[in-house]
T-cell receptor, first 109, second 118 residues
């Protein structure tokens, strides 16, 4: 079966750095997405990786290793507004998105 | 207003009743999707549509019906609601469902419809 694993919850301190991991086992691979979802709101797109390596976008970076079935989202200089759930999703060989259950990130002052 | 809108935002109904959740997008995106989101689960695809009059089942289609007579609208109907259908429902749209990434595969979500079935 297809599976996406992420930690359920993480806590970090304002101003610090946090890494949210995502491991996947899917039928084929056509890219990995990260979305951010604030409580009670819609998911919004953060990043996309299809090749191995690190993609940097401001305070957020996303890394992919296809051979290891592994990705992480790195958030730097954490702000209180970064408190949200972070959803990892993989596009399989049929171009269907398989979603992880999400990681709830709690930022403490 | 431009964007993707869902209605109603909140709905309480009883077991056995029919419920329709509406979704409207103003971008003329070809693809539209319905997901449900439950605690402890990832987003699960119910139905999707590649264009007007073209719909297909997702991972959890049982108990749901969709239609797409116009590109901009994609209503989701629960023909006889059950308690297990209590969930938050998200509609999403995208320029493309396949092919290489050009930004076109990014999903844009509506604000969600929270449905409670008593």
């Amino acid at each position: 079966g297809q599976n996406i694993d992420q930690p359920t919850e993480m806590t970090a301190t304002e101003g610090a750095i946090v890494q949210i991991n995502c491991t996947y086992q899917t039928s084929g691979f056509n890219g990995l997405f990260w979305y951010q979802q604030h409580a009670g709101e819609a998911p919004t797109f953060l990043s996309y990786n299809v090749l191995d390596g690190l993609e940097e976008k401001g305070r957020f970076s996303s890394f992919l290793s296809r051979s290891k079935g592994y990705s992480y989202l790195l958030l730097k200089e954490l702000q209180m507004k970064d408190s949200a759930s972070y959803l990892c999703a993989v596009m399989d060989s049929n171009y269907q998105l398989i979603w992880g259950a999400g990681t709830k990130l709690i930022i403490k002052p | 207003d431009a964007g993707i809108t869902q209605s109603p935002r909140y709905k309480i109904t009883e077991t056995g009743r029919q419920v329709t959740l509406m979704c409207h997008q103003t971008w003329s995106h070809s693809y539209m999707f319905w997901y449900r989101q439950d605690l402890g689960h990832g987003l699960r695809l119910i139905y999707y549509s590649a264009a007007a009059d073209i719909t297909d089942k997702g991972e959890v289609p049982d108990g749901y019906v969709v239609s797409r007579s116009k590109t901009e609208n994609f209503p989701l109907t629960l023909e006889s609601a059950t308690r297990s259908q209590t969930s938050v429902y998200f509609c999403a749209s995208s320029d493309s469902g396949t092919g290489g990434f050009s930004g076109a595969n990014v999903l844009t979500f509506g604000a969600g419809s929270r449905l409670t079935v008593l």
